[in-house]
Every structure is written in C-alpha cells, then in structure tokens.
C-alpha cells in the first residue's frame, strides 16, 4: 500500500469537503458557533478507526451562546472563553452533545483560570490534549485584556487535569502552572508548547511506537511562526523537570536551546504517525491564510519535506473573512482517510451578530 508521503509526491491524494461534520456545527440555540476545536479520545487511542470505538471530548475556544433567527442574525447571544462537546462512541456525528457552565442563568466559561500564577480577570484559551490511563490532560494558555495589539495578551501556560469520566461538569478537574510559556526577550520572540501533541505510545495505537510524547510549540516571530518541539513520557507528563526540548542535535533539559524544525505553520496544528514511519504536520500555512498544508517528517522532529498545499478553503458570501488552525482529528477519521478541520472569523467582532454561519468549524477530509 502507498503511504501518504508517496501519495502526496505524486499528487494522488484527494480532499473533499466533509458536510456531516459542518452541519454538526450549524446550531441555532445554546452553542452555536467556536474556534480552537481540540478532540481527545477518552481511550488514549488515536488510531484512525472512525466513531466506533471510543468516546470523545471535545473543546472550544471563545464560543457564542445564545440564538440565532432564521435570518441568520443572532440574538440574545453572549460570548465565553471555552467550552465543550462530548460525542459517545459509536454514534454519528450529529449525536454531539455541548456543554458550558451556567452562572444563575448565564452562561460562563467551563474552565477558569485557578492557579496560583492566575490573575483575576484572566481567561483560557485552548490547546491540546491527551488521556492517559484514564486521565485527561489539557494544556490551556491564559490570556489578560491589553491595550496593544489585538487587545490580548497572553501571560501563563497551565495543565488542567480530568479525573475519569472526563464529562461535565468536571468536577474533579486540577490546574496547575506549566513553565513553558516563554514571554519574548530582546533575543527572540515569545514561545509557546501544547499547540499539538503526538502520543507516539502503543496505548495511542502509533504504528511505530518509541513511548514518548511529543508536545509541539511555536516561536511567534514576526509574520512567521516558528514550529518547535519537546518530548516526555507520558509517566512524567506533570514533572517539569523531566521535559526534553529539541536543540536540532540531542534533547535538551532548556527550553531556550530549542530549535526550529520548520516555519509558515500556525499555532494550532497536528502530527499524526503514517504506517510507514514517516510523520504528517497539518497546520493552516502561513497562520492565516486559504491553505491547508501538509508537510510529512522522517521523525517526530524531523527533518520535514517541502510544503504540500492540501486545500484552499472557501470563504463564506460575506467579505472581510479569513480562515485559520488547520488541523487533523485521527481518531475521528476512517481508513485511509483523514478527517480536517479549520476555521473561519470575521475582520469586523459585529458580522458575527448579522452573519452568524461564519463563526464555526467546518471540515474536509483527505482521502488516498
């Protein structure tokens, strides 16, 4: 059988849109619209075997609560930081069940900063995830209201730990402060991990399995994000002095040695083990950008072949709409395919109260 690498060498692979998945995400009421879409599967099992064999936990970044009329516009909505799906095994798609806190009435974020280096005020947004002998562990980054840039910035890095079953209300979830979040110097820009996570493990079902977890980060140099790389096992997983960073000839015990494996990705993205050993990064080229590209590596770190434009993703009818955080769901995806996501947001906060179909995951599927 042809592995990916040679399917995409000779430009044999197809992608497609995948409508079942969009119109999961196409709500009228409660959760109707989110970026930042991460999925675990609860058995620890990444193997691309469809819906049928483990739950799986899903989380957003900021995501609308509320109503959308049949016009399209929305009403009575607010916006909240993160929250969560949850889809039994062996369902279809469209059996996903959301979640998010309520505060009286209210909706409110399902996870909120609670750490000692939090701050009041601040939020989560997502990164990824991984369950490991029935706990599961989501990396999360705090942000803080800014007066520069964007109107954010981001202050901490912190590990939320799901004790079995990983469902709402999670009331047994840990918080704790992850040091790696590395605010920017004079030397270099900042630099981030738990963007996206390989379990390269027999219990993840990877082909050729070295036992590690391998968590992915990005320099945020300007216009261009860098992709980095630490590895740990998963026993060692919250033993920050265990963690190895990739200094481009041995791992490191210092974040700061890191060294970039290669550039154009964007910080969401996924790795994911091919049958014949060779590696597959998904990310949205160039940040923000139409491209789903794909790069395959001979290693978890490398060295990574040239960029494969996948698919250009279509834009929605309105203008001042742009697509971003590309990335493959392995576990959600059925043989010789690859299930996709990315997401579309608007220039202008306001169109998504006229236009609410923008703001919303939507899928391809890459086939072989």
């Not at 309520?102 to 974020?109: K, L, M, R, T, Y």
């Not at 390269?200 to 079902?205: E, M, P, S, W």
């Not at 001042?320 to 576990?331: D, F």
Request: aromatic share 12%; glycine share 8%; proline share 9%.
């Amino acid at each position: 059988m042809l592995t990916v690498l040679l399917l995409l060498a000779v430009q044999r692979v197809q992608v497609t849109p995948a409508p079942e998945w969009d119109a999961v995400f196409a709500r009228t009421r409660g959760w109707t619209g989110a970026d930042g879409i991460f999925t675990i599967p609860l058995d620890g099992n990444d193997r691309a075997e469809g819906l049928a064999r483990t739950d799986t936990l899903l989380w957003f970044s900021d995501t609308f609560i509320g109503e959308v009329l049949p016009n399209g516009t929305r009403r009575n909505t607010v916006m909240v930081n993160n929250t969560t799906a949850y889809l039994p095994r062996g369902s279809t798609p469209s059996a996903m069940e959301f979640w998010y806190r309520q505060d009286g009435e209210q909706p409110v974020s399902a996870f909120v900063p609670d750490t000692p280096n939090a701050l009041p005020g601040e939020w989560y947004w997502p990164h990824d995830g991984v369950a490991l002998d029935g706990v599961v562990h989501l990396f999360a980054h705090r942000f803080r209201r800014s007066t520069e840039g964007m109107g954010f910035a981001r202050t901490g890095l912190a590990l939320i730990s799901l004790t079995a079953p990983a469902r709402p209300p999670f009331a047994g979830a840990v918080q704790q402060d992850c040091p790696f979040y590395l605010p920017a110097t004079a030397q270099r820009a900042e630099m981030i991990f738990g963007i996206g996570i390989l379990a390269n493990t027999l219990a993840a079902g990877a082909p050729m399995p070295d036992g590690y977890l391998y968590v992915y980060g990005v320099r945020e140099d300007p216009f261009v994000k860098k992709l980095l790389c630490a590895r740990v096992t998963p026993e060692q997983l919250t033993d920050w002095t265990a963690w190895r960073f990739w200094n481009g000839a041995a791992w490191d015990p210092d974040p700061e040695h890191s060294a970039v494996l290669t550039e154009r990705v964007s910080p969401e993205l996924s790795m994911t083990p091919l049958s014949g050993g060779r590696f597959l990064l998904v990310y949205q080229a160039d940040t923000i950008s139409r491209t789903i590209a794909a790069r395959v590596a001979a290693t978890p770190v490398g060295p990574f072949g040239a960029q494969v434009e996948l698919y250009t993703c279509p834009l929605p009818a309105q203008p001042g709409t742009w697509t971003y955080n590309a990335k493959a769901h392995p576990h959600l995806s059925g043989p010789r395919e690859l299930l996709i996501s990315y997401h579309v947001n608007a220039v202008d906060f306001w169109d998504h109260f006229r236009h609410a179909d923008i703001y919303r995951p939507r899928f391809v599927r890459l086939s072989w």
